[in-house]
């Protein structure tokens, strides 16, 4: 089956600093990748949409210059989060289109993230 | 405006017991229909997936519902287990990369 793998699990920064997470399809390319930020108890939001080869596309409230996001290859999409502050702490997780998936998503086990 | 609203919020059930969470969604198009599990830290992981011509689904002890007509989807759980507690999700496509995720469900099931 499809298989996302997200890297770190979890990851605890001092302010100011950036953190880079990582997003890869295992077995199947992903021109289209996805990433969710999820605070506790409340639903997936969609952050942006990361294609390869292009510059992600971002939903409104999303700054881009803040989490930057890097699409280079047709497995691995990447998420930094620059300058962090404790209120960018969440839980973010990826996601990619597969046809193995008959065509819905398969997700990644997720990045905790603190920023202390 | 495309929305998907799920029930109970919580849910606390006793271990073997069965229990059955809803899904209204108001999307147009409609495409078809996911239910994920959740478990808490981890990404979602998928149950069933409906398109509008299907009106069931079994995985297990898991069996999805749709009715297209009054827009509503069910996740049925039988003789629910301790590692079915979890938060379950409906999602919405509208189609080709555009989903609609419901709050959730949050289900805990007790020895």
């Known amino acids: 089956g499809a298989v996302v793998s997200q890297h770190p699990s979890w990851v605890i920064c001092k302010s100011g600093t950036s953190v880079k997470i990582e997003c890869r399809s295992l077995d199947f390319q992903a021109t289209t990748m996805f990433w969710y930020r999820q605070f506790p108890k409340q639903s997936l939001m969609l952050m942006a949409t990361?294609?390869?080869?292009?510059?992600?596309?971002?939903e409104q409230g999303v700054e881009k210059d803040k989490f930057l996001i890097n699409h280079a290859s047709l497995t691995l999409s990447t998420l930094t989060v620059t300058s962090a502050h404790p209120e960018d702490s969440s839980f973010y997780i990826c996601s990619a289109r597969s046809d193995r998936a008959n065509y819905g998503y398969t997700f990644g086990s997720g990045t905790r993230l603190t920023v202390v | 405006k495309n929305q998907v609203e799920q029930s109970p919020q919580s849910l606390i059930i006793l271990e073997g017991k069965n229990c059955t969470l809803q899904c209204n969604y108001t999307v147009s198009p409609f495409s078809n229909l996911r239910w994920y599990k959740q478990d808490t830290g981890r990404g979602p992981v998928s149950l069933t997936i409906m398109t509008f011509s299907e009106n069931t689904k079994s995985n297990g002890r898991y069996t999805a519902t749709l009715d297209a007509d009054t827009k509503q989807s069910s996740l049925h759980i039988t003789a629910s287990q301790l590692s079915d507690s979890a938060s379950y999700i409906c999602?919405?496509?509208?189609?080709?990369?555009?989903?609609?995720f419901g709050t959730g469900t949050r289900l805990k099931v007790l020895a």
């Open positions: 990361s294609n390869e080869g292009s510059k992600a596309t971002y």
């Open positions: 999602v919405v496509s509208l189609g080709t990369y555009k989903y609609i």
